[in-house]
Protein backbone atom coordinates (compact mmCIF):
# COMPACT_ATOMS: atom_id res chain seq x y z
CA UNK A 1 0.00 0.00 0.00
CA UNK A 2 1.40 3.78 -0.78
CA UNK A 3 2.19 5.13 2.23
CA UNK A 4 4.14 8.49 3.54
CA UNK A 5 6.41 6.90 6.22
CA UNK A 6 7.49 3.47 7.61
CA UNK A 7 5.85 1.94 10.48
CA UNK A 8 7.10 2.94 13.13
CA UNK A 9 9.90 5.18 11.87
CA UNK A 10 9.32 8.69 13.42
CA UNK A 11 10.33 11.61 11.02
CA UNK A 12 12.90 13.95 11.14
CA UNK A 13 12.16 16.89 13.38
CA UNK A 14 11.20 19.89 10.77
CA UNK A 15 13.44 22.86 10.33
CA UNK A 16 12.57 26.17 11.23
CA UNK A 17 11.61 27.47 7.90
CA UNK A 18 9.70 24.65 7.59
CA UNK A 19 5.70 24.71 6.56
CA UNK A 20 4.03 21.50 8.46
CA UNK A 21 0.87 22.80 6.93
CA UNK A 22 1.79 22.27 3.63
CA UNK A 23 3.39 19.07 4.53
CA UNK A 24 -0.06 17.69 5.38
CA UNK A 25 -1.99 18.78 2.28
CA UNK A 26 1.24 17.67 0.32
CA UNK A 27 0.98 13.86 1.75
CA UNK A 28 -2.92 13.92 1.07
CA UNK A 29 -2.60 15.25 -2.33
CA UNK A 30 -0.23 12.22 -3.25
CA UNK A 31 -3.43 10.28 -5.07
CA UNK A 32 -3.40 13.17 -7.49
CA UNK A 33 -0.93 13.23 -10.45
CA UNK A 34 -1.06 17.08 -9.74
CA UNK A 35 -0.33 16.93 -6.32
CA UNK A 36 2.37 14.10 -7.12
CA UNK A 37 4.68 16.13 -9.76
CA UNK A 38 4.30 19.70 -7.21
CA UNK A 39 5.48 17.58 -3.95
CA UNK A 40 8.31 15.19 -5.95
CA UNK A 41 10.80 17.01 -4.25
CA UNK A 42 14.30 15.27 -4.46
CA UNK A 43 15.03 13.26 -0.82
CA UNK A 44 18.53 12.90 -0.01
CA UNK A 45 17.87 11.31 3.54
CA UNK A 46 16.16 8.26 3.68
CA UNK A 47 15.36 5.58 6.45
CA UNK A 48 17.18 1.54 6.60
CA UNK A 49 13.75 -0.06 5.85
CA UNK A 50 14.01 -1.93 2.65
CA UNK A 51 11.78 -1.34 -0.26
CA UNK A 52 9.70 -4.14 -0.42
CA UNK A 53 9.73 -5.74 -3.98
CA UNK A 54 6.24 -5.25 -4.71
CA UNK A 55 6.71 -1.05 -3.68
CA UNK A 56 9.97 -1.13 -6.16
CA UNK A 57 7.99 -3.05 -9.31
CA UNK A 58 5.20 -0.64 -8.74
CA UNK A 59 7.73 2.20 -9.81
CA UNK A 60 9.55 -0.46 -12.57
CA UNK A 61 5.95 -1.01 -14.35
CA UNK A 62 5.39 2.98 -14.21
CA UNK A 63 9.01 3.35 -16.31
CA UNK A 64 7.90 0.99 -19.26
CA UNK A 65 4.96 3.06 -19.58
CA UNK A 66 6.75 6.20 -21.11
CA UNK A 67 6.86 6.90 -24.38
CA UNK A 68 10.14 5.45 -26.52
CA UNK A 69 11.38 6.70 -29.78
CA UNK A 70 9.68 4.22 -32.85
CA UNK A 71 8.75 2.58 -29.38
CA UNK A 72 11.82 0.81 -29.27
CA UNK A 73 11.93 0.21 -26.04
CA UNK A 74 15.78 -0.48 -26.40
CA UNK A 75 16.36 0.69 -22.24
CA UNK A 76 17.25 -1.64 -19.34
CA UNK A 77 16.23 -1.05 -15.72
CA UNK A 78 19.16 -2.15 -13.21
CA UNK A 79 18.19 -2.30 -9.15
CA UNK A 80 21.45 -2.40 -7.70
CA UNK A 81 20.80 -4.39 -4.19
CA UNK A 82 23.49 -6.69 -2.96
CA UNK A 83 26.28 -5.55 -0.79
CA UNK A 84 28.86 -6.16 -3.47
CA UNK A 85 27.30 -3.87 -6.38
CA UNK A 86 26.20 -0.99 -3.14
CA UNK A 87 29.71 -1.64 -2.29
CA UNK A 88 30.78 -0.36 -5.85
CA UNK A 89 28.02 1.94 -6.10
CA UNK A 90 29.72 3.60 -3.05
CA UNK A 91 33.13 4.32 -4.54
CA UNK A 92 31.15 5.29 -7.72
CA UNK A 93 29.39 8.03 -5.09
CA UNK A 94 33.13 9.12 -3.70
CA UNK A 95 34.02 9.59 -6.53
CA UNK A 96 31.20 11.83 -8.02
CA UNK A 97 31.49 14.11 -5.06
CA UNK A 98 34.97 14.77 -5.30
CA UNK A 99 34.28 16.35 -9.08
CA UNK A 100 30.79 18.09 -7.73
CA UNK A 101 32.28 19.43 -4.48
CA UNK A 102 34.24 22.20 -6.50
CA UNK A 103 31.91 22.75 -9.17
CA UNK A 104 29.14 23.72 -6.86
CA UNK A 105 31.61 25.27 -4.10
CA UNK A 106 30.67 22.32 -1.47
CA UNK A 107 31.84 21.96 1.99
CA UNK A 108 30.76 20.29 4.87
CA UNK A 109 28.37 22.66 6.40
CA UNK A 110 29.18 23.59 10.64
CA UNK A 111 27.53 22.03 13.46
CA UNK A 112 26.04 25.60 14.19
CA UNK A 113 24.72 26.27 10.22
CA UNK A 114 21.24 25.80 10.13
CA UNK A 115 20.74 27.79 6.47
CA UNK A 116 18.94 26.30 4.21
CA UNK A 117 22.30 25.71 1.93
CA UNK A 118 23.57 23.93 5.03
CA UNK A 119 21.14 21.81 5.36
CA UNK A 120 20.71 20.58 2.15
CA UNK A 121 24.83 19.88 2.06
CA UNK A 122 24.37 18.32 5.24
CA UNK A 123 21.86 16.07 3.62
CA UNK A 124 24.05 15.48 0.13
CA UNK A 125 27.03 14.70 2.22
CA UNK A 126 24.72 12.16 4.24
CA UNK A 127 23.42 10.85 0.79
CA UNK A 128 27.12 9.96 -0.38
CA UNK A 129 28.53 8.74 2.94
CA UNK A 130 25.86 6.40 3.35
CA UNK A 131 25.64 5.26 -0.18
CA UNK A 132 26.79 1.92 0.49
CA UNK A 133 23.33 0.87 2.48
CA UNK A 134 20.41 1.73 -0.21
CA UNK A 135 18.74 0.19 -2.99
CA UNK A 136 19.35 2.31 -6.55
CA UNK A 137 18.10 1.47 -10.16
CA UNK A 138 20.56 2.02 -13.39
CA UNK A 139 18.67 3.73 -16.05
CA UNK A 140 20.41 2.13 -19.37
CA UNK A 141 19.69 3.27 -23.10
CA UNK A 142 20.82 1.08 -26.13
CA UNK A 143 22.91 3.15 -28.77
CA UNK A 144 22.04 3.58 -32.21
CA UNK A 145 24.53 5.12 -34.77
CA UNK A 146 22.07 7.54 -36.19
CA UNK A 147 21.09 9.09 -32.76
CA UNK A 148 23.41 11.23 -30.43
CA UNK A 149 23.26 10.45 -26.92
CA UNK A 150 21.27 13.43 -26.23
CA UNK A 151 18.52 12.69 -28.97
CA UNK A 152 18.35 9.16 -27.23
CA UNK A 153 17.80 10.46 -23.75
CA UNK A 154 14.52 11.06 -24.97
CA UNK A 155 13.81 7.31 -24.63
CA UNK A 156 14.96 6.72 -21.44
CA UNK A 157 14.87 9.86 -19.42
CA UNK A 158 11.02 10.17 -19.50
CA UNK A 159 11.29 6.48 -18.49
CA UNK A 160 13.78 7.64 -14.82
CA UNK A 161 10.61 10.47 -14.68
CA UNK A 162 7.61 8.20 -14.56
CA UNK A 163 9.99 6.01 -11.95
CA UNK A 164 10.14 9.00 -9.75
CA UNK A 165 6.83 10.40 -9.89
CA UNK A 166 5.40 6.46 -8.92
CA UNK A 167 7.92 6.48 -6.53
CA UNK A 168 6.35 9.77 -4.65
CA UNK A 169 2.77 8.61 -5.17
CA UNK A 170 3.93 5.15 -3.33
CA UNK A 171 5.46 7.53 -0.51
CA UNK A 172 9.03 6.48 -0.67
CA UNK A 173 11.94 8.74 -1.71
CA UNK A 174 13.87 9.20 -4.58
CA UNK A 175 17.30 10.99 -5.89
CA UNK A 176 18.71 11.28 -9.26
CA UNK A 177 22.73 11.37 -8.53
CA UNK A 178 25.76 10.96 -11.02
CA UNK A 179 27.06 8.19 -9.24
CA UNK A 180 27.32 6.15 -13.24
CA UNK A 181 29.15 8.98 -14.73
CA UNK A 182 32.37 10.63 -14.00
CA UNK A 183 35.46 8.12 -12.99
CA UNK A 184 32.40 5.95 -11.05
CA UNK A 185 31.32 5.15 -14.88
CA UNK A 186 33.43 2.24 -15.63
CA UNK A 187 33.22 1.29 -12.03
CA UNK A 188 29.47 0.42 -12.32
CA UNK A 189 29.51 -0.40 -16.13
CA UNK A 190 32.09 -3.37 -14.98
CA UNK A 191 30.43 -4.76 -11.66
CA UNK A 192 26.88 -4.46 -13.59
CA UNK A 193 28.29 -6.01 -17.22
CA UNK A 194 26.68 -3.59 -19.29
CA UNK A 195 27.44 -3.87 -22.76
CA UNK A 196 29.47 -1.13 -24.62
CA UNK A 197 26.90 -0.50 -26.35
CA UNK A 198 24.81 0.61 -24.01
CA UNK A 199 24.71 4.42 -22.21
CA UNK A 200 24.69 4.49 -18.65
CA UNK A 201 21.63 7.31 -18.84
CA UNK A 202 20.91 7.33 -15.54
CA UNK A 203 21.21 6.36 -11.76
CA UNK A 204 18.24 6.69 -8.95
CA UNK A 205 18.78 6.11 -5.15
CA UNK A 206 15.30 5.21 -4.01
CA UNK A 207 13.51 4.47 -0.20
CA UNK A 208 11.44 5.48 2.70
CA UNK A 209 12.26 9.07 3.61
CA UNK A 210 13.44 10.54 6.63
CA UNK A 211 11.28 13.86 7.38
CA UNK A 212 8.59 14.59 4.75
CA UNK A 213 7.60 15.26 1.18
CA UNK A 214 6.67 19.14 0.31
CA UNK A 215 6.02 21.53 -2.50
CA UNK A 216 9.11 22.39 -4.77
CA UNK A 217 10.34 25.30 -5.00
CA UNK A 218 10.53 26.25 -9.17
CA UNK A 219 10.76 28.77 -11.21
CA UNK A 220 7.22 30.26 -12.51
CA UNK A 221 5.66 29.53 -16.36
CA UNK A 222 5.88 33.18 -17.15
CA UNK A 223 10.05 32.80 -16.26
CA UNK A 224 10.97 29.57 -18.55
CA UNK A 225 8.27 29.89 -21.43
CA UNK A 226 8.16 31.96 -24.92
CA UNK A 227 5.33 32.31 -27.10
CA UNK A 228 6.73 32.08 -30.43
CA UNK A 229 9.97 33.70 -30.62
CA UNK A 230 12.61 33.78 -27.81
CA UNK A 231 12.04 36.82 -26.50
CA UNK A 232 8.13 37.32 -26.53
CA UNK A 233 7.26 35.57 -22.56
CA UNK A 234 4.17 33.53 -22.40
CA UNK A 235 2.06 34.99 -19.71
CA UNK A 236 -0.33 32.19 -18.43
CA UNK A 237 -3.29 33.36 -17.10
CA UNK A 238 -4.03 33.07 -12.82
CA UNK A 239 -3.36 30.26 -11.09
CA UNK A 240 -2.64 26.96 -12.71
CA UNK A 241 -2.78 23.85 -10.55
CA UNK A 242 -6.31 22.09 -9.75
Known sequence: MPRNAPPGEARASSPPDHDAAADADA?????????????ARTIRRFTDEPVDEATLARCLEAATWAPSGANAQARRFVVLRSPEVR??????????????????GMSRPADDDHSRRARTARATYELHDRADRYTSVLFAQRRFPTASDLLLGGSIF???????????????????????????????????GVPDDWMLAGHVVVGWPRGHHGPVRRRPVAAV?????WDAPLTPPGPLTP
Open 158 to 192: PAMQNFLLAARAQGLGACPTSWASYGGEPLVRAAV
Open 87 to 104: AVVAEAAAQALAVIEPVY
Open 225 to 229: TALDH
Open 27 to 39: DRRADDVWGVMAT
